[in-house]
């Protein structure tokens, strides 16, 4: 499916599209509704890809060689697109913090993060399937959590439920109650998508915005 301003359409419907199919290797709705922002028609495909970090990896390494290792899943699949591939990782001190998935783990990763700052690294990947042409790039954000309750974690998690963020938290929802500060390259990557970069990548590509 294509979807154009959040609308999905059919490719037989005459919508003007790029030379290239334009292919978000995500199935994050958060994602998806970030790229839609750039009112431009794209694809959505889910890569299978393992997302443990490798031994001695920082966490700006893992959301690197994810984003790419998402883009390069679905490139068989499209082989003349350009694809979107996107991760991030949230790391406190030397600790890497991913999706908690549970209701559990996201106790104890807010637990461990209140009254802390967290950095969180988004990489995003536009390649080029039809030339090989790679483009790699991190987003960093700095977030400051308020020193949250116990009772104020468990309301949080049971209202929005936040198990598939990084970090346990929605900034574009109820999630920014829990911070205190933010400051970074682009508010967007912190939702999951880093469009300031996607922008000067797709201009690389010949896909202007505007």
């Known amino acids: 499916m294509i979807y154009i301003s959040g609308i999905p359409v059919k490719e037989t419907e005459g919508i003007p599209l790029n030379s290239q199919p334009l292919v978000l290797a995500s199935t994050s709705v958060y994602r998806r509704e970030l790229l839609e922002r750039l009112q431009i028609p794209f694809q959505t495909a889910a890569p299978d890809v393992d997302e443990t970090p490798l031994p001695g990896e920082s966490a700006k390494q893992t959301s690197w060689r994810l984003s790419r290792d998402k883009a390069l899943a679905v490139a068989a699949q499209y082989p003349d697109a350009l694809i979107i591939g996107s991760d991030q990782v949230a790391l406190l001190r030397e600790q890497q913090m991913g999706k908690p998935l549970t209701h559990e783990n996201a106790v104890r990763q807010l637990r461990t993060m209140r009254g802390k700052s967290v950095i969180f690294y988004t990489a995003l990947t536009l390649l080029n399937v039809r030339t090989g042409e790679m483009q790699t790039e991190v987003a960093e954000n700095r977030v400051s959590f308020r020193d949250l309750s116990d009772g104020e ?44 970069l996607l922008v000067g990548m797709l201009k690389k590509q010949g896909i202007s915005i505007l």
């Open 153 to 196: 974690i468990e309301s949080y998690l049971h209202k929005e439920q936040p198990y598939h963020c990084a970090g346990s938290a929605k900034s574009e929802g109820l999630g920014i109650a829990l911070i205190s500060r933010m400051e970074g390259d682009d508010p967007n990557a912190l939702v999951g998508l880093p469009l300031i």
